[in-house]
């Protein structure tokens, strides 16, 4: 399996449901998971500058699926 941008930016459980969902409906799932990813960060891409843009996009923009595990 190719090392890839998912794999490193993920938790790993996030990766395998990535991976099965492609192998179950193909490419399509990519792009699915692509518009969601931004969608569900539409309001903070909105508001960033576009070098807190460059950088959020190389990492923050997971952010939002993790979980905290306080309770």
């Known amino acids: 399996m190719a090392y ?3 794999q490193r930016s993920f938790p790993l459980e996030f990766v395998f449901r990535i991976y099965d969902n ?3 409906s193909g490419i ?3 792009f699915g998971f692509a518009l969601s ?3 569900k960060n ?3 891409l909105l508001s960033l500058k576009f070098d807190e843009l460059v950088a ?3 990492g ?3 952010d939002v699926y993790k979980v905290c595990y306080d309770v």
């Open 60 to 62: 923050g923009i997971t």
């Open 22 to 24: 492609c192998l179950a």
């Open 37 to 39: 990813l931004l969608q």
């Open 28 to 30: 399509e799932a990519i």
């Open 4 to 6: 890839s941008y998912a």
């Open 42 to 44: 539409e309001a903070k």
């Open 56 to 58: 959020f996009l190389n």
